[in-house]
């Protein structure tokens, strides 16, 4: 089953830095334009970061803007979401997810196919 599985969660003060992973097993999403959500406790998925198939193109939630970076290496495997100056409301499981082959990122959550099991994220103050 085809299925991006993210890394690099975990716990860590207000102000810190983390750096999460997103790759796929037994598959390449070279293809894809690969998105971050995030889902906090009692409340909707919402999105962070996308980049396209190509890594020219990225969109950003406005309130990680200036702090997060979207990046993919130049085998396109994996795909990586530097997270800097972190603060508390960042806290929440965040999920690497991937849109169909050659298409635009995108900002929706029902654009993407396929979805990762998710990895916590902690800020605490």
């Known amino acids: 089953q085809v299925q991006p599985v993210e890394s690099g969660g975990g716990r860590v003060q207000a102000g810190g830095s983390l750096r999460l992973s997103c790759a796929a097993s037994g598959f390449t999403f070279s293809r894809n334009s690969m998105g971050w959500f995030r889902q906090a406790p009692g409340k909707e998925r919402e999105f962070v970061a996308a980049i396209s198939w190509s890594g020219m193109n990225t969109r950003y939630a406005d309130s990680v803007k200036g702090r997060f970076t979207i990046s993919r290496d130049n085998a396109k495997n994996p795909v990586y979401l530097q997270m800097n100056s972190l603060r508390p409301e960042d806290t929440g499981v965040y999920y690497c997810?991937?849109?169909?082959?050659?298409?635009?990122?995108?900002?929706?959550?029902?654009?993407?196919?396929?979805w990762g099991q998710g990895t916590q994220v902690t800020v605490s103050s």
């Open positions: 997810a991937a849109r169909g082959p050659l298409l635009m990122p995108s900002t929706r959550t029902d654009d993407y196919e396929y």
